[in-house]
């Protein structure tokens, strides 16, 4: 009989127990994958997310991954198609506007959340976008309230305040523009002519859309939209504005100073952030309005996404319990999100926490959040219907025409026409 | 009569070896390539969004005839081949008969760089040409430099000039790929009949234009076949550098069978119908260009 050491036999017990426990922890762990397309903003929640979970659940882990948004919605579209889930994450982060076509297109993929999570806590819009059959699917994340951000001091070399930016309509911000130009040679706006931001933004802020609550097409017998698209007209022709391609180009153009201002979701704070260097040098007045339409205000919304969880994640629980237990709970974690990354959360009760009210150095001193939380409440309410990409494509498809000073009419006949074709 | 028989009995074991030698590769073609392309068809018959099918008849193909996006998409290809493939196909063949040259210094290099392009990554060389004609982008500033334009132009903002950014691309890719396909064909080609045009007194333009060319007959056909069935499906390139274009100005069929099944609200259906239209216009081309090339018999 070999005979061991009291200190070997002690030794080899301990590293036994400790390896023993390493395995079960390690059995244990889990890692949540998410995806989702902003680094700097979205991400970037998610993370700040994920490190207050941890403190109560160490051994977990999460993983973010970023695409491009629009390489992840066909990535995502592509692989649910597919039917194979092998690949597919636990979270997905999916935009309003076009949350109705995954729910409708590919009943089962999501896993509701109704009996998990209490509705009644979120902003009822958010709810609605992700409700079909009275199941709701999302854990409802940012607003994208409109704002118009400008250079506070490039504005100022001109001659403008913060009050002459005050709930103006399109013109008056043209003629603002022009004189801009004249006094500083700057261009106002940067332009994406494959975008249709400027379209959307307009047309909710009259409450009005591609389509009726009924999701009936409502273009060519639609005054507003007639509206909208000669209010583009004449900021296309006021020169006000630089053609920018694709995102890099476009964002960059105004971080680098490139262009003075551009109208957009609460969300760009995040990238204009980025650039610390530039803090006090912005500011923020509400988003233009329609002058020649009455039930157009100064509110509109711009994007705005959502969590969903995928019926087949191999974590599905736990993620489940992160989303319920920050993102359905924390009210401290929705003012560092904004404040940070300038995500407006839509959980009513985080709306009385301070940073909500407080005033913001990097916009000059401004009480952006309040303004911007105050805004909210004014947007008015939309039903994206399912077919949001096929009309903005038609829009997109006549912005030659509408550049080169075509007749609205005949334009809106023909945008009109796709849209029925397209959603038959 | 009896080796009669005993040959017949061996042509037949030959005949049942070939086949079930041959057998893995069918069956594997027939799952994979056959019965896709079947159900496609069958496919082409449905009409519904999302997951959800029912027959539709001939619904789809009505719904081609009255569809402005597809004409659009179906213009644009036709318009990238009419322009694209004659210029690339030219210039493969003007480098050919330069590099062919034995006597030319730094051949070995002309060639390597030349068609050093096709090896390259699509991606990167996609982000690179976008960065290349960017607004502020080095194209802009050289045109600016040397004061041929006074403003910048929007290349990729502005819907003819994203054209001939996709067109320029493709060339700039392909090229080298059909002049490889020239050289060696040229090789083939009998010294002696050039010296003898030569002694004769034929002018250079002329040796190039009928003795050249007549006797790459056959691989100018192969290559204007490959390269009229790659830009009918021309997809990498559009989407890369413009993503359809400004305004659907460079979206191309491929592009729109893509946006029809993942973009917008899935049509599975009339995407197949789109995808089998760049049949029929691949084997109409095709059977043009046969057609032409055919050798013609006194």
């Known amino acids: ?424 | 009569m009896g080796v009669c028989v005993a040959q017949s009995g061996l042509a037949r074991k030959e005949q049942v070896s070939g086949w079930l030698f041959v057998m893995p590769a069918l069956v594997l073609l027939g799952i994979f390539m056959i019965y896709p392309i079947l159900w496609s068809l069958w496919m082409s018959f449905q009409v519904g969004r999302g997951m959800s099918f029912s027959f539709g008849g001939f619904a789809n193909i009505i719904r081609l005839t009255q569809d402005p996006v597809f004409l659009r998409a179906l213009t644009n290809t036709l318009v990238f081949l009419a322009i694209q493939v004659p210029i690339m196909l030219v210039l493969a063949l003007l480098f050919a008969s330069a590099l062919n040259d034995s006597k030319l210094w730094g051949r070995s290099f002309f060639r390597t760089a030349i068609f050093l392009p096709c090896v390259t990554s699509l991606v990167a060389y996609s982000v690179i040409f976008k960065s290349m004609f960017a607004g502020d982008g080095i194209i802009n500033q050289v045109l600016l430099g040397l004061h041929i334009v006074s403003e910048p132009i929007a290349w990729l903002a502005d819907p003819f000039w994203a054209k001939f950014v996709v067109v320029s691309a493709i060339t700039w890719r392909w090229t080298g790929y059909n002049m490889i396909f020239y050289l060696a064909a040229m090789q083939n080609i009998d010294r002696s009949i050039y010296e003898a045009a030569r002694i004769d007194g034929v002018p250079t333009w002329a040796r190039f234009w009928y003795i050249t060319v007549p006797m790459l007959k056959p691989v100018i056909l192969f290559t204007a076949v490959i390269s009229t069935i790659g830009t009918l499906q021309l997809f990498d390139e559009p989407n890369l550098l413009t993503q359809g274009g400004p305004s659907d100005s460079t979206l191309t069929l491929s592009m729109y069978i893509y946006n029809l099944s993942f973009r917008f609200m899935p049509s599975f259906g009339y995407a197949a119908t789109v995808s089998y239209v760049i049949v029929v216009l691949v084997a109409i081309l095709s059977y043009i260009q046969f057609l032409v090339a055919r050798d013609r018999r006194a």
């Not at chain 1, 180009?249 to 201002?261: H, I, K, N, P, Q």
């Not at chain 1, 974590?315 to 407006?344: C, H, M, P, R, T």
């Not at chain 1, 000073?405 to 959603?423: F, H, K, L, P, S």
């Open chain 1, 1 to 424: 009989m070999t005979r061991m050491s009291t200190g070997l036999k002690r030794s080899l017990a301990v590293a036994m127990a400790s390896v023993s426990m390493f395995s079960v922890t390690a059995a244990s762990a889990a890692e949540i994958l998410v995806w989702c397309w902003d680094p700097n903003f979205n991400g970037a929640t998610m993370e700040e997310a994920f490190s207050r979970y941890q403190a109560e659940h160490p051994d977990d882990t999460i993983r973010v991954e970023i695409f491009d948004k629009a390489a992840m919605e066909q990535k995502l579209q592509t692989q649910l198609a597919s039917g194979t889930t092998e690949g597919l994450p636990d979270i997905v982060l999916i935009e309003d506007y076009r949350a109705q076509k995954y729910l409708l297109s590919f009943p089962g993929a999501f896993e509701p959340l109704t009996d998990q999570i209490d509705y009644s806590a979120f902003a009822p819009y958010k709810v609605e976008v992700a409700t079909v059959d009275g199941q709701t699917y999302s854990m409802p994340f940012d607003s994208g309230v409109t704002g118009l951000f400008y250079r506070a001091d490039k504005l100022e070399e001109a001659g403008y305040t913060a009050a002459d930016l005050e709930n103006i309509t399109w013109d008056e911000l043209i003629a603002i523009g022009q004189d801009v130009m004249e006094k500083t040679g700057e261009t106002l706006l940067p332009i994406d002519p494959n975008a249709s931001d400027l379209f959307r933004i307009m047309m909710q802020s009259a409450g009005t859309w591609y389509f009726d609550a009924d999701g009936n097409v409502t273009i060519a017998d639609n005054p507003v939209f007639h509206e909208v698209l000669s209010t583009y007209q004449r900021i296309l022709a006021g020169g006000i504005s630089k053609p920018v391609s694709g995102w890099t180009e476009y964002t960059g153009s105004f971080t680098s100073g490139d262009t003075l201002a551009t109208p957009t979701g609460v969300w760009m704070t995040a990238t204009i952030k980025a650039n610390p260097d530039q803090s006090g040098q912005w500011g923020v007045a509400p988003v233009p309005r329609m002058g020649d339409v009455e039930s157009s205000v100064n509110a509109s919304n711009l994007g705005g996404s959502s969590w969903y969880v995928l019926s087949s994640a191999p974590q599905k629980d736990l993620a489940i319990d992160f989303l319920k237990s920050v993102w359905g709970s924390d009210v401290d974690f929705y003012q560092e999100i904004l404040v940070n990354q300038g995500a407006l959360g839509t959980y009513m009760p985080a709306r009385e926490g301070e940073a909500f009210q407080a005033s913001d150095e990097f916009f000059g001193g401004q009480p952006v959040w309040q303004n911007f939380s105050n805004w909210l409440a004014e947007i008015p309410a939309v039903n994206y219907g399912i077919f949001t990409e096929e009309a903005d494509s038609a829009v997109v498809a006549q912005i030659p025409a509408i550049t080169s000073g075509g007749n609205i009419d005949e334009i809106v006949a023909a945008i009109d026409a796709q849209v029925r074709q397209q959603t038959q």
